[in-house]
């Protein structure tokens, strides 16, 4: 049971540290974007 | 970009290419490997494709068919110079960098290899090319007609030609067939049963979200068939936007998705084309030599042999140049094809940098040109 829960625990922190990784690469590659279009 | 009269898409390529290993994985790699690692490319990977193929079905939906038909002779003696110049020029090419070796992969053979890079000077920036059509208030005009049915012959031969490529890399015969017949098969439903089908939903489903998810599921199921049978979705996105009724509802749909494809979802192709793309591949005088070749015979297959076509057909001067440096920018659909031979391991990393900058370079040329093409069209009048 420990065991189950600690498992889950560990695959939220994976499924939120890849959401905070996507969301940091769209605001780089969007910034990026923005910073070309508009230099 | 736009500040120094560059369409807004040049600045998101050079975006992608610096995001890449050319220039922040080279200045601070821990970073770009951090940032970028090699796992989340499929999530890249995915989100550029479906970006892409909202951006194909677009294109299909600004699609004049119109238009196509009235300039048909001018336009199939233009798109034919854009298709005989860069097919010869890229015989002449691949001969030579198969000779040199670095450029192919090793089992590729010289025909194969010609095909691909026929394909890959002979394509048109056809979106872009539109978009600066329409910009400019030349739609309706005789380079603008010209310009937009030419273009878009060129990248249905040069995706066709694509297509053989895979299916002789593939080394199955079947593959080939498989591609044929799917497109085929594909045109044939659009045309008899989807396009009525649309109709049809549109007069029975009354809500517009409704109506909306429908026409994106039809939008999913033809990428994935297209897909499936090796034509790829750009194509079938393409496709299903051409037989959308004209009637406001595809003005609609790119109202709809139109700026949340090209803010957010493009820009995600450019990155994955640009962590593919790595500039210090070039790292010797030699390739760089390599790589001014490619750019000139890629303008001269282009630019000097649609202007000729033009001239011959009977069009003015200003207008021939105009339809040329229109038809001479290669852009985003370059990128999409040299990232599908790349991903097939028909071409190695370093041909793909020296290809990538040479559709920059053609797509930076557009615009200046463009203006002095109108400029001189003015001055005559």
Known sequence: ?39 | MIRIGQAPVIGEMIAGVLLGPSLLGAVAPETSQWLFPSASKPTLYAIASLGLTLYMFIVGMEFRTELFAKRIFAALSISLAGIVAPFLLGIFLAIWLQKEGGFFSASLSTPVASIFIGAALSITAFPMLARIIVENGLSGSLSGTIALAAGSIDDVVAWMLLAVVLGAVSGNPMVIVLVFVGAILYVAVCLLLIKPLIRFLRARVKKEAEFFSLMLLLLALGACFTDLVGLYSVFGAFFLGLVVPRDGLAEQFTAKIGPLTSAILLPFFFTYSGLNTCIGLLNSPWLWVVCLVVVALAIMGKLFACYGAARLSGIPHADSLTIASLMNARGLMELILLNIGLQAGIITPTLFTIMVLMAVATTLMATPLFRLARRLSASNC
């Open chain 1, 1 to 39: 049971m420990k065991m189950a829960v600690i498992g889950g625990l560990l695959e939220m922190n994976t499924a939120t540290n890849t959401a905070v990784l996507f969301f940091l690469q769209l605001a780089v590659i969007l910034g990026a974007c923005a910073i070309m279009r508009l230099s």
